[in-house]
Every structure is written in structure tokens, then in C-alpha cells.
């Protein structure tokens, strides 16, 4: 029997259950979708746009084929965790590429609060529970001994609170520690005997302190147990799963093998059955001959023009050898007609040698004479050589002389320069007539073998109609292939042996086996572990619930109901402690809930834990005994605390040992206004499907800011209907950074966050909340003129500027509409300045004609299907373009307002668009082929043009898609007569009030928007 103070909870919990939609039991695996490969070898599966299956997710996880785990083999995966809403795994060897889809138990939300509602209606005996109901905390710690020297003095007195036997809450601002604390105080109740529980609202606050608390003390296998789906890697070897498998790991390696043959044994009866189907009058031999026909006058055309082609090439290929070789000739016969000056050149330097020589002896003989002196003998002997000598010198010198000239004469003009030149081109042109004649060769020898070739294919019969008619059917429906599986599975059935049935009676057997060893095994694993992290609502089902801890400790408090946190310290013996920030959102409840007025709902689910004990202000904080206040922010800096101050937290101070200087400090946190005001289509606010608001300047300028910021980015925004185009922005430049809205942020801290917050007056809380996630470096979009703000967030901002904490920039600016780049002055968005340009394409339009040059660049891409929004008014320039567009086949769509519904929209018309009539949606939008998008957009910067208009272009598919998803474009790209008197409907309304109206009768009907 419950006990009595739980009445008031379990009412509350009877009615919210009622209030949700839906089966309150989970049902089988649910398929999650299909994970891509990586590069660093792991699974991923994006489920960035699925945030409510990602936090529902529940182990264990298998990878199998779309059909499921009951009919193609499951693979179980060991390793897995979440990272920013993208699922990674580790693939289990031996995964066939089919069979790469997620299956997973996933939960549901009924069935999470059922089981809240149950595991109310079974408390018994728990005081700390009791007296967090009955609105009491226990005073002031009692811990005595010292805390951890590396815990400031307010962090010191938190880990007292964990300590200490009671009831306690922690008033813990973002960035002040609270992790720290936790991870301490967990690994120093862990080495004191103590059994602990830590959970948390945010899956990511768990693995942060499990992963600090294993980093320090090390512990042994079990001693520390994470339960659920991790977003962090590093705790494989924490899982339950993982640690559960263990005991299920034989009958599951059997059942596979089981899952494996049931599998084939399915698949072969149903798919030769279908194939049977698909195959009905098809004749295999039949398409054979004529497929061999076809193919060969395809063949013959083929090489009739490849004969063509190669003759020509013969033909200009031989000329070439001929220019070569004529060339050549001619340098050979100029050659040979210098041939005597050659031989004559090459004589004269010998001639002049032998008459040097001449002279040198005479002169010898004379200076022998001389020389002989006063010797008679030696002079007669000098004189008669001399005079020997002297006759037939005389004649050998008239000789020399002559035959010089002669050769002189022969040389004439001709210089060694020529004779050189001459040379240096003979060879040249030898060498060309080689090449050219290399080159002609394999020609030749192609046009021989082509000429055979087509003597081969004229030896095969011509195709008939019928012929063509049965290829083109066969090849189109793939029946060759089709026709061999089904021949090939026929064989494989045969050899089937008869025990389908014995294997699907082992398979349940094994199936049963192993959840039994598993679920028994979670709950001795969770029973014999000194310390168990998971997430809130994890810990309200087996094995956690029911598990009695010595201390609970209860993170991100403030974003979980009273009725949870209830259940939560159930089970605590000794010590319970909530930790939480009353500043930032609470829990995350659908509408009707929130709107009840039921009394049990506002005591027990729609206030939280601190307001139930009278905390809701700092003051509240500041004053309770049993409340210990974080004051000291632990990272952000002092622009950071005064602009988180400013938002209604008022006391955070800096950390002892800091100085609040107006020096910049490397390690604060940089804050960047990037205003779109100047861009005023960017910023208007659209409403999605689901009536949520939405606008362009997110998806344009988010990725920019993104990339390149490491590690750890997100894009936050305080409109969920915001999330999906950016997030398509995202895909469409293969990022896989955070995205989503500012709540499933919680519990993170970003190196960099993109908090995109265009909407006119956010709530105080999501947005110190989305602030409050940047370590490093934050960007915040916003709409210029609701800095004007007098009150509220966006009034802090504009505070955190005026006295420089913050630095604001024109998203005009930094894409170049604004003057040559100013942006560079800037170190922090000089990062982002080229990035942001080379995305997205930007173009001033000053008149008509930059007009048309800008719409024809983008608009004449189109080759399928092109959409218009309101399309821009010089019905001149756009109508030609699509005309043009009609004429190469592409379906122009184009809505366009009453009161813009006139020369432009008969324009449009009379270019073959289809014109339908819309009262609201974006103005100057395009969507070509569905994979770009246009955008005008009036410029208001304060540049040296002054006022003007320009165009933006973004490539990206998803991005593209989800534009016309938002906007309905399928539903209503179609114009709907009125059923009462035929005259066109026009579309009126946005979002989920999107209706076809007819003017003429005042006829309404639902616009059946899809996506």
C-alpha cells in the first residue's frame, strides 16, 4: 500500500497521464533508421531532426536489415553513445551493408510516466522522500571534515551536502562547478562504502561526472555502472548492456546463428515467389537473340562513326608524316649543295698550317746561319741546307697560296653559323618524320582493325521493332538479373532441408534465454555497483528502480517534475541532494499539460523541486540553510557573469583568485552580436507546419559560424520549428556539429555556440540557458531593432555591448554587402567572413538589369522544377526567364499575393508558369531543381551605396527541401478550384492555419499541408 503523502503525487501523475496521446506500454524494436560509415571506421545515424526517439532510446541496440531483427539476421552492437543527437557505433564484424539499420526497445513517453505512476503507488517507507514532499531541507551541512583542497570555498560546502546525512539542495548557476563537485563527492562516498545513485535530467551531466569520477579513481569492473544510452564515448566498458551481455554471450552467438538460417529460409520462399511474379511471360532465350541484335546494330553504328572518326585521324596523321619528310628532303638537298664549301672549310685551316710551317722552318734555318758565327763549318752546313731549302719552299708556298684562294673561293658567303644551323634542322625534321610516322602507325593499325570489325557485326541480322520493345521492357525492369537470382534461389531452396519449424521453436527458446540471463544479470550488476549514473527517467525502471542507495543525487533538478525527483530519493537511505539552476528552464511538457488547470498537476508536476521548498530567487537561495548557492562562475569570464547577471541571476561573482579587469583574458569567453537587421529578409519570422516561428537568417549564416570552431560546436536556437532548417543548412555542408533547441543542450558545455535567437522577445530562461553553454566563444543572431528592448533578454545584450563585452557586426557586412570586407578588422568573424562568402553567394542588385543578370545566373540552372514566393515585381526581367524555363521543359510554380496580382502575375501566367494566389508566406524566395535556394532581400547597411536590394544564393538539397516541406510547396503548388462556384482558391493563412479560401464565395477548406 502507498503511503499517505503520496497521494497528492500519484494523482498528479493519474491526471498527466491522461492527458497523453498514445499506448502507455513500449512496443517491439522500433527501426531508428539506417547508419552510414565513417571515415574513422564507425556508425553514424543523425538523429539530430529526431530528438525526442534520441532521448527515448534504450538499450540494447541491434543492427539488421529494414524488415528487423525477426527476419534477416541481428547483429547486437556493444559499443555505442550519442553524440549532439548523432548515434555512433561500433559495427559488429561481419554486418552486410543491408543490414545496417538501428533497431532499438524505444520508449515511449506514456510509458515513462506510467511507470512513474507506478513506481509512486509502490513507495513505502522514505523519508527524504517524505520530507522533499512535505516542503523540508535540513539545514546547514554537517560534514565536519575538510573538504577537497581543489574545491573553492562554496564548491567546499556542496561536497558537504553530500556528505552529509539529510535533505539538501544545491543552487548550482551554469559554469559554477557543479560537475566537479559531483564527480568528488561520488568517487569520495564510493572509497567510504557508500552506494550511490546520480542521475540527471541530461544524459551528457552523467557521463561528464562518471567519466571524471573513472579518470580518478580507476575502479574495477562493475564497481561503476552506467545505465542507459551514453552521449559520451569513453564509457564502453561502464554500460549495462555491455556488462549484461556477458551473461547472455553464448545463447546469443547460437540464437544468431538460428537468426541467420531463419533468414535465408524466409527470404527464399518470399522472394522467389515474388520474382515468380515479376518474371510471368518473360523468355530468357527469347531476349537473348534480340539483345544480341540490338546490340550488334548499336555495335555496327558504333563502329561505322569510330571508323569515320579513325579514318580522319589516318588521313591528317599521314599528312603529317608527308609535311615531315618533305621538309626533311629539302634540308638534305640544301645540305648537299653546300657540300663543297663544307669540304673547303674543313681544308683551309690544314692549308694555312703547312704554309705557318713553311715560314717557321725558313726563319729556323736562318737563325742556324746567324748562329754559326765565326764556324765555318757549321755556317756552310746552315747555308747549303738553306739554300736547299729555299727553291722548293718557293714553289710549295705559290701552291699553298693557290689552293687557298681556291678553297676561299669555294667557301664564298657560307659561314660554320649556316653549316651548324643546317645541321641542327635536318636532324630536327629527321626526328619529326620518325615521330610522325610512330604516330600514323597504331592509327593505321586501328582503321584495319576497326574494318574487321565491321565486317563481323554486318555478318548479324538487323533488329526488329519487337525486338527493340523487348530489350528495352527487360533491361528497364531488370528481368535478365532477376530471372538469374530467381534460378539461382530455386537451387538453394532445394537443397533446404525440412526444419524451418524446429529452427523458429530454438529461436524463441534462445530469444526468451537470453532477455531472462540479461534482465537477471542487470539487476545483480546493478545491485553490486557502488555507483550508478543514469539519466531521470532511466532510473524510474528496472533494474535502477526499486534499488535502495545509501545517497541520491539528483542533477539539472530544476528541469525535472516534482513527482520525479520524488521517485528519485525513494530510494536514498541516507543522503539525498538535489543540484540545479531555478534560472534556467523547467521541465519540457506537452501544451496540454502545461494548460491544465488540475490543482495535483501545478503542486506536483509543473513546479519543481525548488520552488516546492520556497526557492525560486537568488535571495530565496542565498537565505535557506538548507540551501548551498554556487556563486563563482567557472569559466565565461567577467563578460560572461555580467551579462548572466544582467539576466536575472544578480549575485555571480568571479572566482577568488580572478581579477575583474578590463584586460582581456585569453581564456573568457568572446561574445558576438551578429545582427540581420540590415538583411530584413533574413529575419522575418515564418511560421512552420506545426505553427512554430522560423526564419532564413539561421540557415544562411549558422554554418558559416560553425565551421571550422572546434571542438565541440552548437547551434542553438529558442524556436524548435527553427531547428529543422538549420539543421538541413547543416547536412548540406556535411556538418556534424549540435543542433537543436536550447533544452537539449542542457548539462553541455560548447567550445563554441551559435545561439540563433531572431525572434522578437525570448524567454529569459532558454536564452541564459543557450548563453550560459559557451565556453569560448558565442554567437548571437538577432534582429537589430529588438535590441531596443527596454526590459529582457535581449536588453541585457545590448547592455553586454554598449559596455564592450560584446562586439556587434552586420550579417550585411560580412557577406561583402557592405563595403570591401570590413569584417577583417575583426579577428573573430575575419574566421568566418570567407567561409560565410564562399557558401553563400551574394550579389548586389542596383537596377534592372543587374536584376535580370542576377535571376538569369541562378534561375537558368533550372532543368526540372523551379518555385517562386512572391517573385520579385519587374514582371520584365523574371517573366522572359521563365519562359525560357517552360521552353527547356521545367515546371514553374509561382505564388504571388492579391495585391501583387497584377501585370506581373499575367506576365508569369502568359510564360507558362502555374500562378497560385497566397495572402501570406516569403517574399522574393526561389527553389531551383530543389536543391538551391534564392533569396532577395532589401539592404539596409550603412554602406557607400546607401539602401538597395540584393541576391542571395545558397546551394544545398536539404536545405532546399525542407524550405519547401516548411512552406507546403507540393500541397499547394497545385491551384484547387472552389467546389461551389469553380473560380480559383487562394491560399491563405500560414503554418497550421494554412487553408485554401475562395474570395468570390467566402468557401474554406483544410489545405492538407504534408511533411
Known amino acids: 500500500m502507498a503511503a499517505a503523502w503520496t497521494a497528492g503525487p500519484i494523482a498528479a501523475v493519474e491526471e498527466w497521464l491522461r492527458l497523453l496521446p498514445g499506448s502507455a506500454r513500449p512496443g517491439p524494436l522500433t527501426r531508428c533508421g539506417e547508419a552510414a560509415p565513417s571515415d574513422d571506421g564507425l556508425l553514424r545515424l543523425d538523429l539530430r531532426d529526431r530528438p525526442d526517439l534520441a532521448d527515448l532510446l534504450e538499450p540494447p541496440l541491434v543492427l539488421a536489415g529494414r524488415e528487423g531483427p525477426e527476419k534477416s539476421t541481428a547483429f547486437p552492437v556493444e559499443r555505442f553513445h550519442l553524440d549532439d543527437g548523432v548515434l555512433v557505433l561500433a559495427e559488429p564484424d561481419g554486418v552486410p551493408p543491408g543490414s545496417r539499420w538501428v533497431w532499438s526497445p524505444v520508449a515511449t513517453s506514456r510509458s515513462t510516466v506510467q511507470a512513474l505512476l507506478e513506481g509512486l503507488r509502490g513507495i513505502g517507507r522514505a523519508p527524504l522522500a517524505e520530507a522533499l514532499a512535505a516542503g523540508r531541507l535540513d539545514g546547514t551541512p554537517t560534514w565536519s571534515d575538510a573538504p577537497p583542497s581543489e574545491l573553492s570555498q562554496a564548491q567546499g560546502q556542496a561536497y558537504r551536502a553530500c556528505r552529509s546525512p539529510g535533505l539538501r539542495v544545491v543552487w548550482s548557476p551554469p559554469g559554477t562547478g557543479r560537475t566537479r563537485v559531483l564527480a568528488r563527492a561520488a568517487e ?48 564502453d566498458d561502464l554500460g549495462l548492456d555491455g556488462l549484461a551481455a556477458r551473461a547472455s554471450a553464448d545463447v546469443d552467438a547460437r540464437r544468431a546463428l538460428i537468426a541467420r538460417r531463419l533468414t535465408d529460409l524466409a527470404g527464399t520462399d518470399d522472394e522467389i515467389t515474388e520474382l515468380a511474379a515479376r518474371l510471368d511471360g518473360y523468355d530468357p532465350e527469347g531476349y537473348r537473340a534480340a539483345a544480341a541484335r540490338v546490340a550488334a546494330a548499336g555495335r555496327r553504328e558504333e563502329l561505322r562513326t569510330r571508323y569515320q572518326d579513325t579514318l580522319h585521324a589516318a588521313e591528317l596523321a599521314y599528312g603529317r608524316v608527308v609535311t615531315a619528310r618533305r621538309e626533311h628532303d629539302r634540308l638534305v638537298a640544301e645540305a648537299a649543295a653546300l657540300a663543297d664549301a663544307r669540304a673547303a672549310m674543313a681544308r683551309l685551316p690544314e692549308l694555312q698550317a703547312e704554309l705557318r710551317e713553311l715560314d717557321a722552318r725558313e726563319e729556323g734555318l736562318r737563325a742556324e746561319l746567324r748562329a754559326a758565327g765565326r764556324s765555318r763549318r757549321r755556317a756552310k752546313q746552315a747555308e747549303d741546307e738553306l739554300t736547299a731549302f729555299g727553291p722548293t719552299a718557293v714553289a710549295r708556298r705559290r701552291e699553298l697560296w693557290d689552293e687557298i684562294i681556291a678553297t676561299r673561293r669555294a667557301i664564298g658567303s657560307t659561314t660554320p653559323e649556316q653549316l651548324g644551323r643546317l645541321d641542327g634542322a635536318t636532324a630536327r625534321t629527321e626526328r619529326a618524320a620518325t615521330a610522325a610516322w610512330l604516330a600514323f602507325e597504331p592509327v593505321e593499325s586501328e582503321l584495319r582493325r576497326l574494318e574487321r570489325a565491321m565486317e563481323q557485326a554486318n555478318e548479324v541480322g538487323p533488329p526488329t521493332d519487337a525486338d527493340h520493345a523487348l530489350v528495352e521492357r527487360s533491361e528497364r525492369e531488370r528481368l535478365p538479373a532477376l530471372h538469374e537470382r530467381w534460378t539461382r534461389l530455386r537451387a538453394i531452396r532445394a537443397q533446404s532441408a525440412g526444419d524451418r519449424s ?67 530519493l525513494a530510494g536514498a537511505g541516507e543522503t539525498a541532494v538535489l543540484v540545479g539552476d531555478f534560472g534556467l528552464p523547467g521541465p519540457d511538457l506537452p501544451d496540454a499539460v502545461v494548460a491544465a488547470g488540475h490543482p495535483a498537476l501545478r503542486t506536483w508536476v509543473l513546479t519543481g523541486g525548488f520552488g516546492h521548498v520556497g526557492i525560486s530567487t537568488p535571495e530565496d537561495a542565498l537565505a535557506h540553510d538548507g540551501c548551498v548557492a554556487l556563486q563563482e562562475p567557472w569559466h565565461g569570464g567577467a563578460a560572461v557573469r555580467r551579462l548572466v547577471n544582467d539576466l536575472g541571476y544578480r549575485v555571480l561573482r568571479e572566482p577568488a583568485d580572478a581579477q575583474d579587469t578590463d584586460d582581456e583574458d585569453p581564456a573568457a569567453t568572446e561574445i558576438v552580436v551578429v545582427d540581420v537587421a540590415a538583411l530584413p529578409d533574413l529575419a522575418a519570422v515564418r511560421r512552420g507546419p506545426s505553427g512554430g516561428p522560423w526564419w532564413t537568417a539561421g540557415a544562411v549564416l549558422a554554418p558559416a559560424l560553425a565551421r571550422g570552431a572546434a571542438p565541440e560546436v552548437g547551434v542553438l536556437t529558442t524556436s524548435r520549428a527553427q531547428v529543422g532548417p538549420t539543421l538541413a543548412a547543416l547536412r548540406d555542408r556535411d556538418l556534424l556539429v549540435g543542433c537543436g533547441p536550447v533544452a537539449a543542450f542542457r548539462g553541455r558545455a560548447l567550445d563554441t555556440v551559435v545561439l540563433d535567437q531572431v525572434e522578437d522577445e525570448p524567454d529569459v530562461r532558454a536564452f541564459a540557458l543557450g548563453v550560459t553553454r559557451a565556453r569560448r566563444r558565442l554567437f548571437v543572431l538577432v534582429d537589430g531593432p529588438a535590441l531596443d528592448a527596454t526590459t529582457g533578454p535581449l536588453a541585457a545584450l545590448r547592455h553586454a555591448v554598449d559596455r564592450g563585452d560584446a562586439r556587434s557586426w552586420s550579417a550585411a557586412a560580412l557577406l561583402g554587402l557592405d563595403g570591401p570586407a570590413p569584417y577583417r578588422s575583426d579577428r573573430v568573424l575575419a574566421e568566418v567572413g570567407d567561409p560565410l562568402r564562399r557558401a553563400v553567394a551574394a550579389v548586389d ?116 527541401e525542407r524550405l519547401l516541406v516548411d512552406l507546403a510547396a507540393d500541397a499547394l503548388g497545385d491551384p484547387r478550384p472552389c467546389a461551389t462556384c469553380a473560380d480559383p482558391m487562394e491560399v491563405s493563412g500560414e503554418g497550421a492555419d494554412t487553408r485554401w479560401e475562395c474570395r468570390s464565395c467566402g468557401v474554406e477548406s483544410n489545405a492538407g499541408r504534408a511533411g
Open 188 to 235: 569520495d562516498l564510493v572509497r567510504a562504502g557508500k552506494r550511490v545513485l546520480l542521475v540527471s535530467t541530461a544524459a551528457v551531466a552523467v557521463d561528464a561526472v562518471l567519466l571524471a569520477v573513472v579518470a580518478s579513481m580507476r575502479p574495477g569492473r562493475g564497481q561503476v555502472v552506467r545505465v542507459g544510452v551514453p552521449h559520451r564515448p569513453g564509457l
Open 502 to 568: 524446429a529452427h523458429e521453436e530454438e529461436h524463441r527458446r534462445l530469444a526468451e534465454r537470453s532477455g531472462s540471463l540479461r534482465t537477471d544479470a542487470e539487476a545483480e550488476i546493478v545491485a553490486a555497483a557502488s555507483l550508478v549514473g543514469t539519466t531521470l527517467a532511466r532510473s524510474l525502471t528496472a533494474p535502477v528502480a526499486g534499488a535502495g542507495f545509501d545517497v541520491v543525487l539528483v542533477d539539472g533538478a530544476e528541469a525535472a517534475t516534482l513527482a520525479e525527483v520524488l521517485l528519485a
Open 845 to 960: 542588385v542596383s537596377d534592372e538589369a543587374d536584376l535580370r543578370a542576377a535571376l538569369d545566373a541562378r534561375l537558368g540552372e533550372a532543368r526540372d522544377s523551379l518555385w517562386l514566393w512572391s517573385p520579385w515585381p519587374a514582371a520584365g526581367v523574371l517573366a522572359p526567364l521563365v519562359a525560357a524555363a517552360v521552353g527547356r521543359g521545367v515546371r514553374v510554380r509561382a505564388f504571388v499575393r492579391p495585391d501583387e496580382d497584377g501585370d506581373g502575375a499575367a506576365a508569369l501566367r502568359e510564360s507558362g508558369a502555374t500562378v497560385v494566389r497566397a495572402e501570406d508566406g516569403p517574399r522574393r524566395l526561389a527553389v531551383v531543381d530543389r536543391r538551391t535556394v534564392v533569396l532577395g532581400s532589401a539592404v539596409l547597411a550603412a554602406g557607400p551605396r546607401g539602401p538597395r536590394e540584393a541576391l542571395l544564393a545558397v546551394e544545398g538539397r536539404a536545405l532546399a
